[in-house]
Nanobody, 117 residues
Framework: QVQLVESGGGLVQPGGSLRLSCAAS????????MGWYRQAPGKQRELVAS???????NYADSVKGRFSISRDNAKNTMALQMNSLKPDDTAIYYC???????????WGQGTQVTVSS
């Protein structure tokens, strides 16, 4: 099972950009589907974007065309490039890994993203 650590959150003005990173430790990163989730105050956690080991991606409608997910299987890392940020993007962002064989998942501790002028 992998352990996950996120970084890269912060405060940004509307229209700005941020890049989130997720570093995975442990073995078998190539076996994991990876994803970014977010949870805003008073709301349920929602999927933002996901990526398979082969690089197939999926995005929430609310972020299509603005966010881009990527992964480096050699470095056990995943990233989320967020452009044209909006106040509605304000949330805690979580990195998630799910083993494609066992279904077992792991979560990072979360990183705060605040979009405000």
């Amino acid at each position: 099972q992998v352990q996950l650590v996120e970084s890269g959150g912060g405060l940004v003005q509307p229209g700005g950009s941020l890049r989130l990173s997720c570093a995975a430790s442990g073995s078998g990163f190539i076996l994991y589907n990876m994803g970014w989730y977010r949870q805003a105050p008073g709301k349920q956690r929602e999927l933002v974007a996901s990526i398979t080991p082969g690089g197939s991606t999926n995005y929430a409608d609310s972020v299509k065309g603005r966010f881009s997910i990527s992964r480096d299987n050699a470095k056990n890392t995943m990233a989320l490039q967020m452009n044209s940020l909006k106040p509605d993007d304000t949330a805690i962002y979580y990195c998630n890994a799910r083993n494609r064989l066992s279904g077992v998942g792991s979560w990072g501790q979360g990183t705060q993203v605040t979009v405000s002028s």
